[in-house]
């Protein structure tokens, strides 16, 4: 079975259509990237998976369930981190996933191992205020494991970030990877991101899926690398910060 | 796995929001330091006035009879290097009145007088004194009464018998009073709408909001979090502003503890709920302050904080004493000042209640977590 389906799902906003009929389905364990210029839909579409928007219509399983009738079993076995949240400057690291661990009814021994894998051990006393963005990011990852998530949503995680502080990030993951217990659903525009991380990767645009697969079948033609599809496709580059190379 | 009770979201929830209070040194300042400040500005400037201070302006072309009156009983000193003469009239019922006299041409009387730094001129001829002052002025006529009496008897007190005058000093009817109760009511406003509706609102508009609904999260621990840990501060903050009024103006409350603390309940409820109704939908703070400001702003200046609303038109009285930041302020009054007890306050805490609720029901039901 598919841990999680996407099926049919459409989302407008006033004058946008953010989201236009998009399918796709993952089994559990997979890294999937949704690789996606602004704008193309990659934010609206995680946050109906996290039941945190309604679709207009379509519908969405985990593990076969639909928010709809089974929100508080869901929100246990997600972790997510949004695209911008700012957690309180006013709080220490620690206090801040005490605080969200509470929500779960966990306790310091998953604080540690969270803390540990995400590498925050000398951060703990320090004021989410003075962190670095690096440092934020991590933060966010670690609130988003604190419940050993079964799913995990990450919206561009490591946008705005130093290529240091984005290997870092990467490199947690990968070891996440390793233990094989967590699916990862993953939005970026970074295509290295999507390459070194992902299973299998969408490529997204205007609320439409143009490619879904894993990166050699999504190569197999002409293009050198994702963003040389994404030009070849749409006659534009993923994002901005390419075209300066 | 083993269950500890620090583990509880209702206890991290209210232990978070207190932190984060106590860690923005402006709270501390605006909540207990602020009003304190204001009680010491205003309880000084209107309370201990035990001796009155005015200024004449002499002018005339020649010695005088005048002259020699004022040299006789004042005393001569250097005052912005002119000479002025100080004569003070002793009287222990209403405070020494001070006279400060100083001679000056026609064109720099008026300048004075324009720049208040004279109350009023006094001119002779004729054998007479001639006051020059305006009418509307209530000190310059009181100057002129006091003047005239005592030019005419410059020997004898300006209040003869002093059993004809009792003083008012009774604990309840000096301006700090006034003011005391008045702050406490309007730190309670401003703490609610800021503390809560701010906090609702930057929230949302971090998304903050939304990551924590992502959790397993009851919504309604969050906001009990919030208004609880609000009540406590303001407990708090009322006290030690009573305290303070009690250590240096001898404030007591003469009414019912218990209703107090009832319309304390009351007033929190009303203000949490007008704070969540208007945090309730949007994300921008610079609505939010809108807001805050377009609620807070009229009642600052209408429920007489500050000064009797009875010097607001007739007509408008009767709405002004509905406002609830006025019925909040005249309970809480009349329990300090007039002994009030659970009867008289039962009425406005039962509104208080009742808009509370209202805005809050109406506040959650439109409210956006995202
Ligand atoms: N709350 C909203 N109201 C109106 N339009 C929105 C809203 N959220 C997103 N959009 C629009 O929907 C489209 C997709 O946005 P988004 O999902 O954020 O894209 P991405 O995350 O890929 O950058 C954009 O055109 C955006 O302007
Ligand atoms: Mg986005």
């Known amino acids: ?245 | 796995m083993k269950k500890h009770w620090t583990n509880n979201q209702l206890y991290q929830l209210i232990l978070t929001q207190f932190l984060e209070t106590i860690r923005e040194p402006s709270v501390l300042f605006w909540g207990i330091g602020f009003p304190i400040l204001i009680s010491i500005g205003l309880g000084l400037a209107f309370t201990q006035s035990s001796g009155t201070q005015f200024h004449v302006n002499i002018v005339e072309n020649h010695a005088t009879a005048l002259d020699s009156l004022i040299i006789h009983y004042g005393t001569k000193t250097m005052h912005d290097k002119s000479v002025v003469y100080t004569w003070t009239v002793a009287d222990s019922t209403l405070g020494n009145t001070k006279f400060i006299f100083k001679n000056s041409t026609w064109n720099n009387a008026i300048v004075a007088l324009k720049r208040g730094e004279a109350d009023l001129i006094l001119t002779y001829s004729g054998g007479k004194p001639c006051y020059h002052f305006d009418p509307h002025d209530a000190q310059a006529q009181l100057l002129y009464l006091k003047l005239s009496h005592l030019l005419q008897h410059p020997t004898v007190k300006a209040i003869e018998a002093e059993g004809h005058v009792t003083p008012l000093t009774l604990k309840g009817v000096r301006y700090i009073d006034f003011l005391i109760p008045g702050l406490i009511a309007l730190g309670i406003l401003n703490s609610l709408m800021w503390g809560i509706s701010y906090s609702i609102i930057e929230r949302r508009s971090q998304k903050l909001l939304r990551r924590m609904i992502a959790t397993p999260m009851r919504k309604s621990n969050f906001l009990i979090a919030l208004i609880l840990v609000r009540f406590v501060m303001n407990m708090v903050e009322a006290g030690v502003l009573f305290f303070f009024a009690w250590l240096f103006f001898s404030t007591t409350i003469q009414g019912n503890i218990g209703a107090l603390f009832l319309l304390f309940v009351a007033g929190n409820v009303a203000f949490s709920g007008i704070a969540v109704l208007i945090s309730s939908h949007t994300e921008k703070t610079e609505i939010g302050t809108g807001w805050i400001n377009a609620i807070t702003m009229p009642m600052m200046i209408l429920s007489g904080i500050f000064f009797s609303y009875h010097n607001f038109p007739e007509w408008s009285i009767g709405f002004i004493k509905l406002l609830p930041l006025t019925l909040l302020t005249d309970g809480i009054r009349s329990i300090f000042n007039e002994g009030a007890g659970l009867m008289q306050v039962a009425f406005p805490s039962l509104l208080l209640l009742a808009l509370g609720v209202i805005c809050f029901i109406m506040g959650l039901k439109r409210f956006r977590w995202f």
């Open chain 1, 1 to 245: 079975m598919h841990q999680l389906e996407v099926k049919n799902i459409v989302k407008s906003f006033k004058d946008v259509q953010a989201v236009r009929d998009v399918s796709f389905s993952i089994p559990q364990g997979k890294f999937l990237a949704l690789l996606g210029p602004n704008g193309a839909g990659k934010t609206t579409l995680v946050e109906m998976m996290e039941g945190l928007r309604k679709p207009d219509s379509g519908e969405i399983l985990i593990n076969g369930k639909s928010w709809l009738k089974h929100e508080k079993e869901l929100r246990k076995i997600i972790g997510l981190s949004l695209q911008e949240t700012r957690f309180t400057e006013k709080l220490t690291v620690r206090e801040t996933l005490r605080l969200f661990a509470s929500f779960f009814g966990l306790g310091n021994e998953r604080m540690d191992e969270v803390i540990d894998l995400t590498d925050l051990g000398d951060k703990q006393k320090a004021m989410v205020g003075t962190l670095s963005g690096g440092q934020r990011q991590r933060l966010a990852l670690a609130v988003a494991l604190l419940n050993s998530p079964e799913i995990l949503f990450l919206d561009e995680p490591t946008t705005g970030l130093d290529p240091h502080a984005r290997l870092d990030l990467w490199n947690i993951l990968n070891a996440l990877k390793q233990q094989g217990n967590t699916t990862l659903i993953l939005t970026t525009h970074y295509m290295e991101e999507a390459e070194t991380l992902c299973d299998e990767i969408i490529i997204l645009d205007n609320g439409k899926i143009l490619r879904q697969g894993v990166l050699k079948e999504l190569l197999d033609g002409h293009a050198k690398n994702l963003d040389e599809l994404f030009i070849q496709l749409t006659g534009r580059h993923l994002h901005e910060e390419t075209l300066d190379k």
